[in-house]
T-cell receptor
């Protein structure tokens, strides 16, 4: 059975701090690891990683995948209150419609 | 483009009632799926479809039925609602092949909050 585990489950930081969110996975015929941000409503896409060791960056957010150790991390530097959200990690096999999600990390950034 | 449209946004049912959650996408995506999200948890896959006429079960299919008669529509039917089905339901769609016509990410509807009394 495919499985994705995220840690920590929740995190409270102050503005300006740097955070690291973790995601480990066990997925048959693994193809991609995706990160989503969920605020009040539906998740929105952040990154997709398919190759080991290649960092994806978007502004203050970055992510990297380790296919040998089966994990990914999402880093957020210089956090802002607008970064407060649930961050979801999903692993995708060859069937793109069948993503397996972790339980998410709830990040709270205090002013 | 409307993207993924789900209706209704809110629904209250009594135990034993049936209903259909509607989902439509206008991006010509091959894949469509239904997830449920319970408090403090991630998304769990209910059913998914890789194209019109093809559906398959996800992690938590019991009590739900789907069909995919067109590329655009993927309704989710609750056959006999139970309190355990109280949840937020998300419909999502994506391209079939990651990296060919997109990155493979899921595009989500805004969610349907269902309460079963």
């Amino acid at each position: 059975e495919d499985k994705v585990v995220q840690s920590p489950l929740s995190l409270v930081v102050h503005e300006g701090d740097t955070v690291t969110l973790n995601c480990s996975y066990e997925v048959t015929n693994f193809r991609s690891l995706l990160w989503y941000k969920q605020e009040k409503k539906a998740p929105t896409f952040l990154f997709m990683l398919t190759s080991s060791g290649i960092e994806k960056k978007s502004g203050r957010l970055s992510s990297i995948l380790d296919k040998k150790e089966l994990f990914s991390i999402l880093n957020i530097t210089a956090t802002q209150t607008g970064d407060s959200a649930v961050y979801l990690c999903a692993a995708m096999g060859t069937n793109a419609g069948k993503s397996t999600f972790g339980d998410g990390t709830t990040l709270t950034v205090k002013p | 483009n409307a993207g993924v449209t789900q209706t209704p946004k809110f629904q209250v049912l009594k135990t034993g009632q049936s209903m259909t959650l509607q989902c439509a996408q206008d991006m010509n995506h091959e894949y469509m799926s239904w997830y449920r999200q319970d408090p403090g948890m991630g998304l769990r896959l209910i059913h998914y479809s890789v194209g019109a006429g093809i559906t398959d079960q996800g992690e938590v299919p019991n009590g739900y039925n789907v069909s995919r008669s067109t590329t655009e529509d993927f309704p989710l039917r609750l056959l006999s609602a139970a309190p355990s089905q109280t949840s937020v339901y998300f419909c999502a769609s994506s391209y079939r092949l990651a990296g060919v016509r997109g990155t493979g990410e899921l595009f989500f509807g805004e969610g349907s909050r269902l309460t079963v009394l």
